[in-house]
């Protein structure tokens, strides 16, 4: 399947109602230190090596949460093919990894200053991550399947963002609703908002930041952001931290949801998390305003862990 050789694992499917994600898997690296970086010498940091990437984020806390079929669709290395097949299918999703025969499993340096905020800075290397291509989809993997994910970082390499599209369109001919997570500020003004917007006008659900969402629309107040951006998806739900999130429809704000309590250590895939427990609770029947009361659920029980996934069953 593509250019590599692909690995399928997780068994067959148990029937309708899956959730397919397609995106990024990556071996997190995740520095933890208090205050400012001293530049030229040592920082002492408390080091992990674990398993991320927003689409293989999104796909664990699926799971986590309750939707008994998940699937994920990546691309990886082979010297880290056999360590990320077996944690996602220790974390309940049904992985089908195509691995790269050029390209190492990408990497993320995950930065996350201790103090009150626990935010992060990310240094990136996609590596295969983002080397997903047209050759790797099959229109079989919608096979059962009630709703397709696609990580925003797919959009900022030429490959894996025709790969996006050919995912697009054929969910669209199945009509199998589309979500997508824009991912990443940074890469998105480079790709460029008007490339995105010609994108997402084919989706039915997109779930910005708040910062990505401003970039969207140029409009600072979240509010108007989110309701702008759903005169061009149906569905917006957008995620503002500590500050709950928004839904919005057809060009106006359906609900506010306040944000659950939550000591934070590391932000690293809060918002994977609450992505993934939403589409959990859509695809369990849950309206949108329910379903983002779980995903601000999820996203405090995120930030009270270190790294981007769920604890493991049992």
């Not at 697009?168 to 790709?191: I, M, N, Q, T």
């Not at 359906?254 to 994977?272: E, K, N, Y």
């Amino acid at each position: 399947m593509g250019a590599g050789v692909t690995a399928d694992a997780g068994g067959q499917a148990r029937g309708g109602g899956a959730l397919l994600v397609v995106g990024d898997v990556v071996t997190d690296v995740v520095a933890r230190h208090r205050g400012p970086l001293a530049a030229g010498t040592d920082t002492v940091a408390a080091i992990r090596t674990l398993p991320g990437g927003a689409g293989a984020n999104v796909a664990c806390w699926a799971a986590h949460t309750g939707c008994a079929d998940v699937r994920l669709l990546g691309r990886v290395g082979m010297e880290a093919a056999a360590w990320h097949e077996r944690e996602l299918v220790a974390a309940g999703v049904r992985p089908r990894l195509v691995i790269d025969p050029e390209a190492a499993t990408g990497t993320v340096v995950c930065l996350v200053d201790t103090g009150a905020s626990a935010e992060r800075t990310f240094l990136t290397d996609s590596g295969a991550s983002l080397r997903l291509e047209p050759a790797d989809w099959s229109d079989a993997l919608l096979d059962g399947v009630a709703r397709l994910h696609l990580s925003g970082y797919l959009l900022f390499s030429e490959p894996s963002r025709a790969l996006a599209a050919v995912a697009l369109e054929a969910a669209r001919a199945r009509g199998v609703p589309v979500s997508l997570d824009p991912a990443s500020a940074g890469f998105l003004a480079r790709l460029g908002v008007g490339r995105f917007l010609a994108f997402a006008e084919r989706l039915d659900v997109l779930l910005p930041s708040r910062d990505e969402a401003a970039l969207l629309t140029g409009l600072p107040d979240p509010v108007d952001a989110a309701a702008k951006l759903s005169r061009h998806v149906p569905l917006v739900v957008a995620k503002a931290g500590a500050d709950g999130a928004l839904v919005a429809r057809s060009g106006a704000l359906l609900a506010r949801v306040p944000a659950a309590q939550a000591s934070p250590r590391d932000t690293t895939g809060a918002g994977d998390a609450f992505t993934g427990a939403f589409l959990a609770s859509l695809l369990a029947g849950a309206a949108p305003e329910e379903a983002a009361v779980a995903g601000c659920r999820a996203g405090a029980r995120a930030v009270e862990r270190v790294g981007g996934r769920p604890s493991a069953p049992g």
